[in-house]
């Protein structure tokens, strides 16, 4: 029978009963560069750590059985495992892509990408006619669900359905929910993407990406890939996503908790003009969302009445810290409009619906009723006398 995903976190069952490594529970940190090869024409397997380290894979082999993928490539950052997947397509090809991304993928694509000849449709996957915006050369498709900052939720198997009729790739960065609560493979995906500084890391401490596949033929593209370029992650930091993975369960258990109370009790504030999260029933994704992950999620938006209201809850804040990234265990909030989304062009910002009264929320793990004595101080602040729970 399939193991659950918690214990997954904590063990590799194709690694169990081995004694290797002196017994060690933890798994090493091989900080070597280079191996000693045993004799001329032999290997132990590793030659040098560009191509592959003993933690790094062992990571990878813990990700890759997280998502039910084959395998999986652990990188530097997120955005050099996006980097990285974008060196699948050539001059000519096409790629749809949702309106609504991850700021630093939009700035990849428009200024990178474009300059290397992909073209790109930048549609609103959850609500558009995907299948209308397939050209001859096509490639491919990329979507978050929910997407960031503004939670618009894509139904993965409808899409993966268009992707293999016209033989493009479904890929979806799935860092928002982390595999703890989606397998977007199960669903039809041919490659995921993680941003793991979020929630597989969880500690706002280290930063790592991670490339997804269950298929074969992509898997030894992307491993030819990373050798040549070189954005494999280092062993230590492969040691440090591999000890934040252990708690990923009950993080983000916890952090969705929060955020749930959170979410409800922000749309009693009067200086709230819209929460959106997409654990709300009244959320147009809540269905699909029950149809395709098991959880909500820990992230959350909410529009103030006005910048003003914005800008003082920035400066107000204390233990909640004012800080781009998401999925640790600390809470932070975020700016779209000057962090995440700044080179976002304004016109796609203001479609999607990111103003200067948009903020984020990535609920951490404190106890909920110090988060919310924090939230309920600045609230009365900025509220003055008006301060106080909504007449419904
Ligand atoms: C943070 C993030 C990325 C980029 O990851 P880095 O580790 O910061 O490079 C990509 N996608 C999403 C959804 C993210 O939140």
């Known amino acids: 029978m399939a193991r659950g995903i918690e214990t997954k976190c904590l063990h590799l069952e194709e690694e ?3 004694g290797s490594d002196h017994g060690a529970v933890s798994y090493p940190i091989y900080q070597t560069a280079t191996f000693a090869h045993p004799g001329v024409g032999k290997s132990t397997g590793y030659d040098y750590s560009r191509l592959q380290n003993p933690t790094r894979e062992h990571l990878e082999k813990v990700v890759a059985t997280l998502e039910n993928g084959s395998d999986a490539l652990a990188l530097s950052t997120g955005m050099a495992a996006i980097a990285l997947m974008m060196e699948l397509f050539r001059p000519g090809d096409h790629l749809i892509v949702d309106a609504d991304l991850y700021g630093g993928s939009i700035r990849l694509f428009q200024n990178v990408s474009e300059k290397n000849g992909i073209t790109f449709s930048s549609i609103d996957c959850y609500k558009e006619d995907v299948e ?16 960031n900052p503004m939670m618009n939720v894509t139904d993965i198997e409808a899409l993966g359905k268009i992707a293999k009729k016209h033989g493009l790739l479904l890929i979806v960065d799935n860092t928002f929910l982390s595999p703890y609560f989606q397998n977007p493979l199960d669903l039809g995906a041919d490659i995921v993407v993680h941003s793991g500084t979020k929630y597989l890391g969880g500690h706002n401490d280290t930063l790592a990406g991670f490339l997804v596949t269950n298929r074969e033929d992509i898997s030894e593209k992307l491993r030819f890939l990373i050798k040549t370029t070189g954005s494999g992650l280092a062993p230590f930091d492969s040691w440090l996503i591999l000890r934040g993975i252990k708690t990923l369960g009950i993080r983000m258990e916890k952090s969705q908790q929060n955020a749930m109370i959170i979410a409800e009790w922000l749309k009693e504030q ?3 003009t819209k929460v959106i999260y997409p654990g709300f029933p009244t ?9 395709q ?18 800008l003082a809850i920035l400066e107000k804040v204390r233990m909640i810290k004012y800080a781009e990234s998401l999925g640790g265990v600390e809470t932070l ?3 779209p409009i000057t962090q995440t989304h700044a080179d976002v062009p304004e016109e796609i910002r203001e479609r999607n619906g990111i103003t200067d009264s948009t903020l984020r929320l990535s609920v951490g793990i404190e106890d909920v009723k110090d988060l919310l004595d924090e939230l309920g101080k600045i609230f009365r ?11 419904s």
């Not at 050369?137 to 979507?143: M, N, S």
């Not at 147009?284 to 029950?290: A, D, L």
């Open 333 to 335: 909030i975020t700016y």
């Open 283 to 291: 959320h147009p994704g809540y269905e699909i969302m029950k149809k």
């Open 270 to 272: 009067r200086a709230v």
């Open 132 to 147: 209308s915006h397939v050209r001859d050369h096509t490639k491919a498709i990329y979507i978050e669900t929910p997407t």
């Open 16 to 18: 169990e009963g081995r």
């Open 293 to 310: 992950a098991r959880g909500f999620g820990a992230m959350l938006t909410f529009q103030v009445e006005s910048r003003g209201s914005a």
């Open 381 to 391: 602040e900025i509220e003055g006398g008006s301060y106080g729970r909504k007449k």
